[in-house]
C-alpha cells in the first residue's frame, strides 16, 4: 500500500514556474512508476508526465513537454513536477499517482493503482 500527499500548489502569474512534491508513504515507493495527472471541472482528469521507478525513463504530454520536469528522490520517498512558463490553461487539480511497476510509463487513469488527495494549481493572466 502506498499513500501520496501532494503539496506545493497555488496562485500563481502567468509565465510563473512552480514545483509541486509528492510525498509517499510505504516501503514500495521505490518499486513504483510515479505520473503526474490534472483535472479541470467538468473534464476528465488527463495525463501530465510520468517516472520510471529508477527515475531513467520519462513520459510527458505534448501539452508541457517543453515546459515540465518530472523527477524523484527515492531516499526520500518524493517525487516532483516542475513546470515553467505556466499559463491559465494550466490551471486545474493537479495529482501524483502511482503504481508498482518496474520500466513501464502508462498514460492512462486505469494504470495507476494509488493516488493523491490532489492540490490546486491557479495561474492568474
Known amino acids: 500500500q502506498v499513500q501520496l500527499v501532494e503539496s506545493g500548489g497555488g496562485l500563481v502569474q502567468a509565465g510563473g514556474s512552480l514545483r509541486l512534491s509528492c510525498l509517499a508513504s510505504?516501503?514500495?515507493?521505490?518499486?513504483?512508476?510515479v505520473g503526474w495527472f490534472r483535472q479541470t471541472p467538468g473534464k476528465e482528469r488527463e495525463f501530465v508526465a510520468a517516472?520510471?521507478?529508477?527515475?531513467?525513463?520519462?513520459n510527458y504530454a505534448d501539452a508541457v513537454k517543453d515546459r515540465c520536469t518530472i523527477s524523484r528522490d527515492n531516499a526520500k520517498n518524493t517525487a516532483y513536477l516542475q513546470i515553467h512558463s505556466l499559463n491559465v490553461e494550466d490551471t486545474a487539480v493537479y495529482y501524483c499517482?502511482?503504481?508498482?511497476?518496474?520500466?513501464?510509463?502508462?498514460?492512462?487513469?486505469?494504470?495507476?493503482?494509488?493516488w493523491g488527495q490532489g492540490t490546486q494549481v491557479t495561474v492568474s493572466s
Open positions: 499517482a502511482a503504481v508498482r511497476a518496474w520500466g513501464v510509463l502508462p498514460w492512462t487513469v486505469a494504470a495507476y493503482d494509488y
Open positions: 510505504g516501503r514500495t515507493f521505490s518499486d513504483c512508476t
Open positions: 517516472l520510471t521507478n529508477s527515475g531513467g525513463g520519462t
